[in-house]
């Protein structure tokens, strides 16, 4: 089923849209509520986030990707209208790879973070979380090719944890544990094709599954099927933000600020104050934000984006977070408690020089306890490494659990 | 040092070209001029457009040309010379009591003193308000949150002249520099025929009708290089003749029939042009009087270019809405209630402000207007080089004919071309039987013929937002542009259109002081 109905011409008065995959969540979410991604509805939790973590973590889960946002770029001019508009060198993403992506304006500040699938010879799909087509399409100006959106063209599945790979094979996909970290692969399914690409937004070993959306509730039902026996589960959003926060995945409008969504300047980041230095490549020619990035990384940036491993089981969100002199030199944009890792963990943007590997710093945690508000200067120490990372999601053949 | 290492290569022999050739040249650089038409002068050319008939194929009178310029390369001596100066302004009315104009002076059609009295202030007003744009145009535009001490001292100066103006005229000044130039003449003057003539100092080569904002800055723009208006003997092709030889004796080596089809990058920076026949001319440094829209799309291409950029760059303003007619004529024409002295006069055909922003009306959607407004010249009546004896030419700027035409310029030029020469015949019955050749160009033709995208006399409509250091857009006001080694110095940037040269002068100074640091 489309998720957007455009024959009588009355989808703008839709105020929020039903995924593709709505008629199987619907009964599966017990806790009946809903939350807004690009005006889709999608489940915060079907019916308890730690339990959908779990299972992500231990078997593995199925998390509803349709509502990203998704271009379609295709034409003579398509690599190097990428390659002008990111950072990185769209050149060494080969057909049936997929990489991740940072885009700056012309001053060098990000605009979002998002993945290119090299889908063919100058065919491309982009995805990011904001909407950028205004952006996209100023970008088109002197390059031939063509630019259409396919968020509600393309329903899409992440099937992430460590029983996703023989949950895939029992459904029926043989050779899906040959496919490589980033690569991307194709598959007869219900007499349609579906793609299979090994990515995902938590760090384990995962799949994304991407399909035309008549076909989305026949996938969503073999899935389960499929997955009955490998402890197959649901999984909305607070989960995710937990596994993401775990493989040390930034998020738009939660670590940094999209520069098009900022009044201030100084608000905006650059992929250096995000730890994407290494996504910026002036080997390539010119791309948007070029002069600045170069005169930045000549002269210093102003933010170091960290990771804080923190004393305690505090969530320490929103924090601020200090010297061990009791000076404020930044705050928290992403926390959790990491079962895995057994500790409190968070993201947090510091003024530079601050956040070098090892440093100690305090972060300022409120918290209550049956309304009643306290306070903990608890330690932390910047990590260097992410804070779960297992073998099995990069091992190829991906093995079964 | 390999020849590329100091060669300067300039795109576009037009006016400004050859001026920023000459000063470079002066300084000691190698300079080479491309230009892709036969002889040089890009919109200052004199044209054979009938044979034995040449006019001044472009702009048609000189009114504006940098006095520093012409003192500095020392242009009377390189061959420029007047058939006529300090020209008057006849407004004609269809009744054959036409209003003569000349400086703060008026005569005829029924004058009133109010309006001979109100003359005399908006002359010294506008000359006066004018004065801090002339003041501007010589130098290169400030760039606004520098901390440069020469932007922020620019800036100042600016200020402090505006403010040196003292109340009254600070206050005025402000009041109606953004406004439209149809409710400042209303508020001054009583004749319509008065006002229908000095609102097409407001509206002429733009895209504005009298009653749009931005035509009074329009009219104090023309007037800040305001020195009398003349017609060079030759047409306005030796205006850049002279300007040429000037280049030529300081070295520039100039090429005519070089059509440059892209500017060439190494990295980061520009490492020469290549032409249109695939001849590669390698330079540091690479000037295009080209417009900006032909520079940075056509030429450079957007790879090249940042996102941002490029958008401000594909938005500028530049669709002409000017036409241009030329008449071959078997003897002089007889306009009714005009003595034959003041043939020689600038000739307008705009009754009254109500007509000429009905003409624009029909711009507003797509279509030319049924009633066009002129400014008409007869160059042949001082100057014999332009005709053979007793033949005559006639050149006239005719508005509203936009660029984006409905109904397509190939159905309708000839028709239009027709409705032209009736509304002559109004004013001068016999012309029909005089003409032995016509020729209209079209802002179409204008584009195709001079290589100005979407064919804008100005290189880009002039007003406020598109003026001083948003011209053509802002990281690009100071001629050098975002591109290491390409300068802009055409019309397209600071301080714009008309035949001054301000803006290849005020880029060749840009270029010499980055080449010093």
Same mark, same amino acid.
């Given at each position: 089923m489309k998720a957007i109905d455009y024959s009588n011409k009355t989808h703008y008065r839709t105020k929020a849209f039903h995924s593709p995959f709505y008629s199987r969540q619907e009964p599966m979410n017990q806790l009946k509520e809903w939350g807004r991604w690009s005006d889709y509805l999608s489940p915060h939790a079907y019916s308890c986030a730690s339990m959908e973590y779990f299972a992500c973590r231990n078997a593995c889960s199925v998390f509803d990707l349709t509502p990203m946002t998704k271009y379609h770029i295709s034409g003579k001019d398509a690599l190097a209208y990428l390659n002008r508009l990111v950072t990185r060198d769209v050149s060494k993403i080969k057909p049936g790879r997929v990489g991740y992506c940072v885009w700056c304006t012309d001053e060098g500040r990000v605009i979002d973070d998002g993945t290119i699938f090299h889908l063919s010879e100058n065919e491309y799909r982009m995805c990011s979380q904001e909407r950028h087509l205004d952006w996209l399409l100023t970008n088109t100006i002197g390059f031939d090719v063509s630019l259409t959106e396919e968020t509600h063209e393309v329903a899409a599945l992440a099937l992430q944890g460590p029983t996703s790979c023989a949950t895939l094979k029992q459904m029926g996909?043989?050779? *899906?544990? &040959?496919l490589k970290p980033f690569g991307i692969r194709y598959f007869s399914f219900e007499n349609t094709q579906l793609m299979v690409s090994r990515t995902g937004f938590t760090g384990d070993l995962g799949y994304e599954l991407w399909i035309d959306p008549d076909h989305a509730e026949v996938l969503w039902d073999r899935l389960f099927e499929a997955g009955h026996l490998h402890g197959i589960q649901a999984m909305g959003d607070e989960a995710l933000a937990m596994l993401r926060v775990e493989a040390g995945f930034i998020q738009a409008g939660h670590d940094f600020m999209p520069a098009h969504q900022t009044v201030r300047v100084s608000h905006t980041r650059s992929p250096y104050e995000l730890g994407l230095?290494?996504? *910026?490549? /002036? !080997? !390539?020619? &010119? /791309? &948007?934000g070029r002069k600045a990035l170069l005169a930045e990384k000549e002269h210093g940036h102003r933010y170091n984006l960290v990771k804080l491993d923190i004393e305690g089981n505090k969530s320490a969100c929103d924090s601020y977070v200090f010297t061990k002199n009791k000076k404020l030199v930044g705050t928290v944009t992403s926390a959790t408690w990491s079962p895995s890792a057994k500790a409190s963990i968070a993201l947090a943007t510091l003024e530079a020089? /601050?956040?070098? $590997?090892g440093e100690e710093l305090l972060v300022e945690i409120y918290y209550q306890k049956e309304l009643k508000w306290s306070r903990v200067m608890a330690r932390a120490v910047v990590v260097s490494g992410v804070f779960f990372d297992p073998p099995r999601r990069r091992q190829t053949p991906a093995a079964d659990y | 040092m390999t020849r590329a290492n100091n060669h300067i290569v300039i795109i576009g022999g037009g006016h400004n070209g050859l001026v920023c050739a000459a000063y470079l040249a002066k300084a000691g650089k190698q300079v080479t001029v491309l230009e892709a038409a036969e002889q040089v002068g890009g919109l200052a050319v004199t044209q054979e /457009? =009938? $044979?034995g008939f040449n006019v001044s =194929?472009?702009?048609?009178l000189l009114f504006m040309l940098d006095k520093n310029i012409r003192k500095e390369l020392r242009l009377d001596s390189a061959g420029l010379s007047f058939s006529q100066q300090d020209m008057s302004t006849t407004a004609l009315a269809e009744d054959g009591n036409h209003l003569l104009i000349a400086g703060d002076s008026l005569q005829g059609a029924d004058i009133s003193n109010n309006d001979q009295v109100a003359m005399k202030e908006y002359q010294r007003f506008m000359k006066r308000f004018a004065g801090i744009f002339n003041r501007l145009n010589n130098r290169t535009p400030p760039r606004i949150g520098s901390k440069n001490r020469h932007d922020l001292l620019s800036l100042a100066k600016t200020a402090l002249q505006v403010r040196l103006l003292g109340k009254n005229d600070m206050r005025e000044f402000l009041r109606i520099a953004g406004i439209n130039i149809y409710d400042v003449l209303q508020e001054n003057f009583e004749s319509p025929l008065l006002k229908g003539a000095l609102s097409l100092d407001g509206v002429l080569g733009t895209n504005l009708g009298p009653r749009s904002n931005n035509s009074m800055f329009c009219a104090l723009h023309r007037f800040s290089g305001m020195q009398g208006m003349s017609v060079p003997r030759g047409g306005m092709g030796s205006v850049s003749k002279a300007l040429a030889n000037v280049a030529t004796n300081k070295g520039v080596t100039i090429r005519t029939s070089a059509t440059v089809s892209r500017i060439l990058m190494e990295g980061d920076r520009v490492s020469g042009v290549e032409l249109q026949d695939g001849e590669k001319i390698p330079a540091v440094t690479v000037v295009s009087s080209a417009d900006p829209k032909t520079t940075f799309l056509g030429l450079l291409g957007a790879r090249h270019m940042e996102a941002g950029f490029t958008r401000k760059i594909s938005n500028i303003r530049m669709r002409g809405n000017t036409a241009k007619l030329h008449l071959a004529l078997d003897g002089l024409p007889e306009f009714n209630g005009l003595e034959q002295t003041q043939l020689g006069d600038r000739l307008l055909i705009a009754p009254d402000m109500e007509y000429v922003e009905r003409a624009f009306n029909h711009a507003k959607y797509g279509e030319r207007s049924s009633k066009p407004v002129a400014e008409i010249t007869i160059p042949s009546l001082h100057d014999d080089s332009l005709a053979a004896p007793g033949k005559h030419v006639l050149s006239a700027i005719v508005?509203? =004919?936009?660029?984006?035409l409905k109904a397509g310029w190939p159905a309708e030029k000839a028709t239009f071309t027709d409705q032209i020469i009736d509304l002559l015949a109004k004013y001068a019955p016999g012309i029909h039987s005089q003409i032995i050749h016509k020729e209209l160009l079209t802002p179409v033709d204008i584009e195709r013929e001079f290589r100005i995208s979407g064919g804008h006399w100005h290189h880009g409509e002039l007003a406020i937002d598109q003026f001083l250091m948003l011209r053509p857009v802002p990281h690009c006001a100071q001629y050098a542009s975002p591109v290491n080694g390409l300068f802009l110095c055409g019309a397209g940037s600071h301080p714009g259109g008309g035949v001054m040269g301000s803006a290849g002068r005020n880029a060749a100074n840009a270029i010499l002081a980055s080449q010093r640091l």
């Open positions: 996909l043989e050779g *899906v544990e &040959n230095g290494w996504l *910026v490549d /002036f !080997k !390539k020619p &010119n /791309f &948007n020089p /601050f956040g070098r $590997p | /457009f =009938a $044979p =194929a472009g702009a048609h508005q509203y =004919a936009p660029y984006q």
